[in-house]
């Protein structure tokens, strides 16, 4: 909050990215939770591409299981489908996308493991943006404001010579977004008797892009 002056801006799409265990999906969680007590005849819609989606976790952080639509699309194609249907719903505040490197399209799943497919995901999210912005559209003619929220997360980066990390979804995505969050943790551990413990999580973010507000860039 007080690194967006105020927090995420709403009716807008935003992006957490970072490595496997950093806390992504906690940290969207509790901006879920913190929707649903905005806005409490609002629904929120978790489109689970990942099939991970824990009840009991997220009831813990604070949110209502009673205004959660959890969907778990059999592919990318579905699951683009099902985010454009739902921004047009008045009752949705909120769609979380977990996560852009799991949409996979129908292309990439009917097709032997051993075939080439060049560049589907990047087209199949290409897709996805082109629909939401003209959902954004469409929908403030009818005075409905929806939030997009999205987790990313590094692969590595094929065909470089020097390797590194690349984050999925092609060119186009960045042009959507107005928000992209970078998430760090680092573990503190304790060493009693010679054994380590985990005691807690230090975590670290900062903006790579931001069209609202802000005072501090990490």
Known sequence: DL???GGFVEGCAHQIFGYEGCGKTTFWLLMAAALQRKHP???IVWVDVEKKFDRDWFEKLGGDLDRIMVIKPPNGE????????AAQSLEVVGIFLDSIPSLAPMQDLD?????AVVATRARLIGRWCSKMQQAW????KRGHKYTLFAINQYRQKIGSQHGGNILPGGMFLPYLLDSSMKLLKTEVLSADSGQQRHLLNKHTFS????KGAFSVKQ
């Open 3 to 5: 690194a967006m002056a």
């Open 41 to 43: 005849e609002g629904v």
């Open 78 to 85: 579905a699951a683009v489908d099902l985010m454009a249907a």
């Open 111 to 115: 097709k032997s493991a051993e075939d």
């Open 137 to 140: 559209i469409d929908e403030a």
């Open 207 to 210: 903006f790579t892009k931001t």
